[in-house]
């Protein structure tokens, strides 16, 4: 029997909005709203503070991403920082990371600032979203952006970047940093044909190239970091960590609160009883993995499903969960002959956890040149690229990240041996997941499924892909480091149907879902081209979870971007 649900009539609301998760949305739209003093902003968040040191260190996402261990035993911080999901798909269970701090996924990723391509947002207004062309949505970039990574291998004409912006952009403190196999890979993937560009946010962004990052003199730059950060002495913004959403508060259809409860730093209930927050617009900023367990925790979402769980449907939609999609990502991994990789016998990764203290009392209080020379300051990722897999393709389908280390299930497998890796990333999927609840408690993870090469399109491409990773470490640049091919074998590469088992069995997420409350005004989405939740009132979604189609590329700064899009068309209803 579903669970009855008693209308919540707050009579006066202590906030204009409340705002649900501190995220890489949440944080632009905490700052945005709470710009007039006269609007009162609420900004609930589950995690703790990011005050962590691991999350300022650019290589201190080899801390924060992995959880260390399958079963998490092995944790360097003292607070959980990352929830940890992870699929129950059938071939291959899929781990997700996403942050669990001020800043979310923002204050734990690889720090790559990439918006995708222009065909990306007009084809999100080809399908009737209102206003989120790339004209539109590039002047939010730039105006978000502090754009300082001009160098001899970055520039950024003021035609696409800003320079004012509260997000700082860099790229310039390189050079002293990178690692001689970044090197290689840029001039590898020449000497087979790619171009080498020295900036790909420009709406068109086929080429190989050194990544924008979202760092500034050695230190992860966050949403937390740049957007939040400054405007915390608001009077008319309260931000409440440790604070777990456990359902959204409503009189029948319009959406007036947020119930939660208190959690520790490590995520346990401090109290079971559960406190409230009324507002006049409540948003839901989660991400693409809770923001649609949050709906259908409150009502909002597949009729069906929701009584299963005991849940009273307040708006039947059968989409919430829906459209899970995300980049497939596949390793190709080169072992070296001698020990000059990052994660090697000699290396930094490999003296995790002994010499853990020692970096982390160098990195602290040093100063910005100190920093950025600094082995913390290293970025795992420093070099890329663009491609199409065939040229009848308009627009770039396949993405390579060059790592100069090796790496195993998300660095959560040891490393014995020397080497280096090209992951190549599906751009623009056909297959979809979907995502349900395991159970009415919203302490419980939901569970999901991301089908990843479930679509034989899918598969084409990104067997052309891997083909196209593997010409590049074939070339001649990398011979006199290159010991042999480790995975996948030359011969798993060169045959047709022993490659697609290997894609099927091995695609791995590269960490960008999206699209589970779908924007758009058919049938199959959730939220209107103003991220209004359809059916309800008062409530809205904004975060990667409102993808309509793929984005191009990694996901954090278009997330940015819709957020800042998105607070203007709330300022001016």
Same mark, same amino acid.
């Given at each position: 029997?579903?669970?009855?649900?008693?209308?919540?009539?707050?009579?006066?609301?202590?906030?204009?909005?409340?705002?649900?998760?501190?995220?890489?949305?949440?944080?632009?739209?905490?700052?945005?709203?709470?710009?007039?003093?006269?609007?009162?902003?609420?900004?609930?968040?589950?995690?703790?503070?990011?005050?962590?040191?691991?999350?300022?260190?650019?290589?201190?996402?080899?801390?924060?991403?992995?959880?260390?261990?399958?079963?998490?035993?092995?944790?360097?911080?003292?607070?959980?920082?990352?929830?940890?999901?992870?699929?129950?798909?059938?071939?291959?269970?899929?781990?997700?990371?996403?942050?669990?701090?001020?800043?979310?996924?923002?204050?734990?990723?690889?720090?790559?600032?990439?918006?995708?391509?222009?065909?990306?947002?007009?084809?999100?207004?080809?399908?009737?979203?209102?206003?989120?062309?790339?004209?539109?949505?590039?002047?939010?970039?730039?105006?978000?952006?502090?754009?300082?990574?001009?160098?001899?291998?970055?520039?950024?004409?003021?035609?696409? $970047?800003?320079?004012?912006?509260?997000?700082?952009?860099?790229?310039?403190?390189?050079?002293?940093?990178? $690692?001689?196999?970044?090197?290689?890979?840029?001039?590898?993937?020449?000497?087979?044909?790619?171009?080498?560009?020295?900036?790909?946010?420009?709406?068109?962004?086929?080429?190989?190239?050194?990544? &924008?990052?979202?760092?500034?003199?050695?230190?992860?730059?966050?949403?937390?970091?740049?957007?939040?950060?400054?405007?915390?002495?608001?009077?008319?913004?309260?931000?409440?960590?440790?604070?777990?959403?456990?359902?959204?508060?409503?009189?029948?259809?319009?959406?007036?609160?947020?119930?939660?409860?208190?959690?520790?730093?490590?995520?346990?209930?401090?109290?079971?009883?559960?406190?409230?927050?009324?507002?006049?617009?409540?948003?839901?900023?989660?991400?693409?993995? &809770?923001?649609?367990?949050?709906?259908?925790?409150?009502?909002?979402?597949?009729?069906?499903?929701?009584?299963?769980?005991?849940?009273?449907?307040?708006?039947?939609?059968?989409?919430?969960?829906?459209?899970?999609?995300?980049?497939?990502?596949?390793?190709?991994?080169?072992?070296?002959?001698?020990?000059?990789?990052?994660?090697?016998?000699?290396?930094?990764?490999?003296?995790?956890?002994?010499?853990?203290?020692?970096?982390?009392?160098?990195?602290?209080?040093?100063?910005?040149?100190?920093?950025?020379?600094?082995?913390?300051?290293?970025?795992?990722?420093?070099?890329?690229?663009?491609?199409?897999?065939?040229?009848?393709?308009?627009?770039?389908?396949?993405?390579?990240?060059?790592?100069?280390?090796?790496?195993?299930? $998300?660095?959560?497998?040891?490393?014995?041996?020397?080497?280096?890796?090209?992951?190549?990333?599906?751009?623009?999927?056909?297959?979809?997941?979907?995502?349900?609840?395991?159970?009415?408690?919203?302490?419980?993870?939901?569970?999901?499924?991301?089908?990843?090469?479930?679509?034989?399109?899918?598969?084409?491409?990104?067997?052309?892909?891997?083909?196209?990773?593997?010409?590049?470490?074939?070339?001649?640049?990398?011979?006199?480091?290159?010991?042999?091919?480790?995975?996948?074998?030359?011969?798993?590469?060169?045959?047709?149907?022993?490659?697609?088992?290997?894609?099927?069995?091995?695609?791995?997420?590269?960490?960008?879902?999206?699209?589970?409350?779908?924007?758009?005004?058919?049938?199959?989405?959730?939220?209107?081209?103003?991220?209004?939740?359809?059916?309800?009132?008062?409530?809205?979604?904004?975060?990667?979870?409102?993808?309509?189609?793929?984005?191009?590329?990694?996901?954090?700064?278009?997330?940015?971007?819709?957020?800042?899009?998105?607070?203007?068309?709330?300022?001016?209803?």
């Amino acid at each position: 029997m579903a669970m009855r649900r008693t209308a919540i009539r707050l009579c006066s609301p202590t906030y204009d909005y409340v705002i649900v998760g501190a995220g890489s949305a949440g944080c632009v739209l905490a700052e945005e709203l709470s710009r007039d003093e006269n609007v009162k902003v609420c900004l609930l968040e589950a995690g703790p503070t990011d005050t962590s040191e691991f999350i300022r260190m650019p290589l201190g996402v080899g801390v924060l991403l992995p959880t260390w261990g399958k079963e998490g035993k092995w944790r360097l911080t003292q607070e959980k920082l990352n929830w940890g999901f992870e699929s129950t798909d059938n071939l291959k269970k899929i781990f997700q990371p996403r942050g669990r701090c001020l800043g979310g996924s923002s204050s734990i990723n690889a720090m790559l600032y990439v918006r995708g391509n222009k065909k990306d947002y007009n084809t999100w207004e080809a399908l009737g979203n209102r206003g989120w062309g790339w004209e539109e949505c590039l002047e939010v970039f730039k105006s978000q952006e502090k754009f300082n990574a001009e160098s001899d291998y970055v520039s950024g004409s003021p035609d696409f $970047h800003g320079s004012s912006g509260k997000l700082n952009v860099s790229g310039k403190n390189m050079h002293d940093n990178f $690692h001689e196999l970044n090197n290689k890979f840029i001039e590898a993937s020449k000497e087979v044909g790619h171009t080498f560009v020295k900036d790909y946010n420009t709406g068109d962004n086929t080429g190989v190239f050194w990544y &924008q990052k979202s760092s500034h003199e050695g230190e992860r730059w966050s949403s937390s970091k740049a957007f939040l950060a400054p405007s915390m002495n608001r009077k008319n913004l309260t931000v409440m960590t440790g604070c777990q959403t456990t359902r959204l508060l409503s009189d029948g259809t319009t959406f007036n609160g947020v119930e939660y409860i208190k959690v520790s730093g490590k995520g346990k209930p401090i109290s079971r009883s559960t406190e409230k927050v009324s507002a006049g617009r409540v948003i839901v900023s989660g991400g693409a993995i &809770q923001s649609p367990q949050i709906l259908m925790l409150s009502g909002v979402g597949p009729k069906g499903h929701l009584q299963d769980m005991g849940i009273e449907c307040v708006v039947d939609n059968p989409n919430v969960g829906e459209n899970l999609i995300d980049h497939a990502d596949v390793g190709m991994t080169d072992l070296m002959k001698s020990n000059t990789g990052v994660a090697d016998g000699t290396g930094l990764l490999s003296r995790l956890p002994g010499n853990i203290m020692q970096y982390y009392q160098t990195y602290r209080g040093a100063d910005a040149a100190t920093r950025v020379k600094s082995h913390w300051a290293h970025f795992p990722v420093e070099v890329g690229g663009f491609a199409r897999s065939s040229p009848d393709q308009d627009v770039p389908d396949i993405q390579f990240h060059f790592l100069p280390l090796k790496a195993l299930d $998300h660095g959560r497998e040891p490393v014995k041996d020397i080497g280096y890796q090209l992951k190549t990333c599906l751009l623009y999927p056909n297959s979809r997941g979907s995502l349900k609840l395991k159970s009415k408690d919203p302490l419980a993870y939901p569970t999901f499924t991301m089908n990843f090469m479930n679509d034989e399109q899918d598969i084409e491409v990104m067997s052309k892909g891997i083909k196209m990773a593997s010409d590049i470490m074939d070339a001649s640049v990398f011979d006199d480091v290159r010991l042999r091919r480790d995975f996948p074998s030359k011969e798993v590469v060169a045959d047709k149907d022993l490659l697609r088992t290997y894609l099927k069995e091995k695609s791995d997420t590269i960490y960008h879902p999206a699209g589970t409350c779908k924007m758009g005004s058919d049938d199959t989405a959730v939220v209107n081209d103003r991220l209004q939740v359809h059916g309800a009132n008062n409530l809205y979604v904004i975060d990667a979870s409102i993808y309509p189609s793929m984005i191009g590329g990694n996901t954090n700064a278009p997330t940015m971007m819709l957020a800042g899009r998105a607070a203007k068309f709330l300022q001016s209803v």
